[in-house]
């Protein structure tokens, strides 16, 4: 079997993810200002994203190589910008998928700055956030095994926004746009469509999975936005009711029913597909009910390129201390290998982390151990 090569872009970004996600010394990053320490002073032992990477090499048939690229709140306060040209045009070049940390958004406004991630996925059209929420086999309760598809480019994140006195002199009046369109929202439910005919297949292949057969649950708020919620829910049924998706099984959810039913009756959801907003939300709550944001990951996928982001943030408050959860960094990195077409090395990942969490000796302080994060690399490693 020929050798395939990929090559893949590695952005760090803010706080823990220049721990999750390593620095090459072929970076793209501008110096470093006095006083603010170069991302290359980030100690290798905690490069989770790369080593799981080039561990895959010795037994499959694949090779990598690496470019780290400048994103986030430390390059706009460097350089200016959040997201430098050279990061997307060096993507799109080069790169056959990527790897992104955690990006820290300033909570006041900040002139010139705008979210790197939310920018890179609008450049690159990644218009799917694909976020598997999984508890392992000896999870006491409420067994998860879900997929949480996302709509990444429009709704309320189009970041249109204006305040404006009121009319009646009682103050001032904010109003955001709300946009959803026919395109986006008939894709992103094909998108749903097609990760549940793969999780089917894998069943069928003898994945264990607590599902016997493949469900797609829309998400919407229709009953009271008409229009917006309305053209997402008529859309996305439009798409999931091609002949390629007959055998799916397709229902609708209020958005805070759905919330509601999620954190009751978790195990009753295969994918489910939602606007933007509702995804963000559905899949930070969803997470809580796993155990950590740590241990889950997320890609964010459109034709042909695909990036793997770990669901955690920044978390300041434990960057350098070497404690920072790995798992949802590679866990990332082989869901971006599953949408690359690499399953059997996605499979690899999964079951080494899988059997590393199922034996929960080394589990770091979101999970209540006490283990570092190179601890929980190396035992990764040891099972691939």
Same mark, same amino acid.
Request: a neutral charge.
């Given at each position: ?31 470093? /200002? ?11 032992? #905690? ?13 499959? /048939? ?49 002139? @010139? ?10 450049? &690159? ?16 309760? #409420? ?49 749903? @469509? ?16 607590? #599902? ?18 309305? &053209? ?79 669901? #955690? ?72």
């Amino acid at each position: 079997m020929a050798t395939r090569h990929l090559r893949i872009g590695l952005i760090p970004g803010d706080g823990i993810g220049k721990e999750v996600i390593p620095v090459c010394p072929q970076s793209l990053s501008p110096p470093p /200002p006095r006083n603010i320490p170069s991302l290359t002073t980030i100690p290798p032992l #905690h490069q989770a994203g790369r080593r799981i990477l080039e561990a895959l090499s010795a037994s499959l /048939p694949l090779t990598f190589s690496f470019v780290t690229l400048p994103a986030g709140f430390a390059t706009f306060q460097q350089t200016g910008t959040a997201l430098p040209p050279t990061t997307v045009s060096t993507l799109r070049a080069e790169c056959d998928g990527a790897l992104f940390g955690a990006v820290s958004s300033p909570i006041t406004p900040t002139a @010139g700055y705008a979210s790197p991630i939310v920018a890179l996925r609008k450049a &690159l059209d990644l218009y799917a956030n694909v976020r598997p929420v999984k508890t392992t086999a000896s999870a006491p309760r #409420h067994p998860i095994d879900l997929v949480i598809v996302r709509e990444n480019t429009e709704d309320l994140y189009v970041k249109e926004e204006r305040t404006f006195p009121a009319p009646d002199g009682s103050g001032r009046v904010a109003e955001a746009v709300k946009r959803i369109s026919e395109r986006a929202s008939r894709r992103i439910a094909a998108m749903a @469509g097609e990760v549940a005919l793969r999780r089917q297949a894998a069943r069928a292949a003898g994945a264990p999975s607590m #599902h016997a057969a493949p469900l797609v649950t829309v998400t919407h708020k229709s009953n009271v936005l008409a229009q917006t919620d309305g &053209l997402f829910r008529e859309a996305a049924r439009a798409a999931l009711a091609a002949p390629r998706y007959a055998h799916l099984a397709v229902e609708e959810q209020i958005v805070d029913s759905m919330l509601y039913k999620l954190i009751r009756q978790p195990g009753a959801y295969d994918v489910i597909v939602a606007p933007n907003l509702y995804g963000d939300i559905l899949s930070d709550g969803a997470a809580a009910l796993v155990g950590s944001l740590g241990v889950v990951p997320s890609a964010n996928v459109g034709d042909g390129f695909a990036i793997g982001e770990p669901c #955690h943030g920044s978390a300041p408050d434990i960057a350098g201390r070497g404690i920072a959860n790995p798992v949802a960094a590679m866990r990332s990195a082989g869901l971006m290998l599953e949408f690359m077409g690499e399953g059997v090395a996605a499979g690899r990942v999964y079951e080494a982390v899988d059997g590393s969490l199922e034996e929960g000796r080394y589990l770091t302080p979101d999970m209540g151990g006490r283990a570092s994060t190179e601890e929980v690399v190396e035992d990764v490693l040891r099972r691939l």
